[in-house]
Structures are given as structure tokens and as C-alpha cells.
């Protein structure tokens, strides 16, 4: 998962990416400790890039995104916000909208 550690590189990597997943941690956070993994162990099942960003270490993007709790996992397609999952994140949730993404990407590209 690559690391975004200021909020231009969150707009350039907005502007060039058309389908990824954001993950969103702060400090001394262990639910976000916890669930990471989780997470990021998705990354090689599905063709779409995930990142992860400190919402601590840049302020910006929970400011931009109306982030008021952590973890948060969003799923983006064309600059938009598909999908947030908050604080608890049903895996199995998040993999249907991960295959709805994944099905998006392939219409587009037919």
C-alpha cells in the first residue's frame, strides 16, 4: 500500500488514478492498527492501487473528505466517492463494493 504524506501528492494522485481505495489512520489508533492488515492484504486481489494516509500527519484530506473518525476506508471511481466504510469495516461489505468497483472499471473499459 503506498503511503500519501501531504495533501498535494493526495491531489496529484487523485487527478491520475481512476479507481483506488484510500485507507485513513491517525496516531495511537488501535482499531486502525487492527484492522490494516485486513485490509491491505486485499491489495492483490483486485487491479486498482490502495493507498493509506495519516490523517494526523496530513490534516488537509480529513478536512476535504469530512473524515471525523478513523479507520476509514473510501473506494473512489472517476474522483468520486463510491463507497465509505467507518470506524467498523465488514469485510465481506467491503469486498462487494471492491467487486462493484472492479465491475465499473471493466464497463468502462469494454
Given at each position: 500500500m503506498q503511503e500519501i504524506t501531504s495533501f498535494d501528492e493526495w491531489q496529484e494522485m487523485l487527478?491520475?488514478?481512476?479507481?483506488?481505495?484510500?485507507?485513513?489512520?491517525?496516531?495511537?489508533?488501535?482499531?486502525?492498527?487492527?484492522?490494516?492488515?485486513?485490509?491491505?492484504?486485499?491489495?492483490?486481489?483486485?487491479?486498482?492501487?490502495f493507498y493509506r494516509v495519516n490523517a494526523t500527519a496530513v490534516p488537509e484530506i480529513a478536512g476535504q473528505l469530512a473524515l471525523f473518525t478513523a479507520p476509514v476506508v473510501l473506494l473512489f471511481h472517476d474522483k468520486k466517492e463510491l463507497a465509505r466504510f467507518?470506524?467498523?469495516?465488514?469485510?465481506?461489505?467491503l469486498k462487494k463494493r471492491m467487486e462493484e468497483l472492479v465491475r465499473w472499471g471493466n464497463v468502462e473499459n469494454d
Open positions: 487527478d491520475q488514478s481512476t479507481q483506488f481505495l484510500l485507507y485513513v489512520k491517525t496516531e495511537n489508533c488501535s482499531v486502525c492498527e487492527g484492522l490494516y492488515p485486513q485490509v491491505a492484504a486485499l491489495e492483490s486481489e483486485y487491479p486498482f492501487p467507518a470506524r467498523i469495516v465488514p469485510m465481506n461489505d
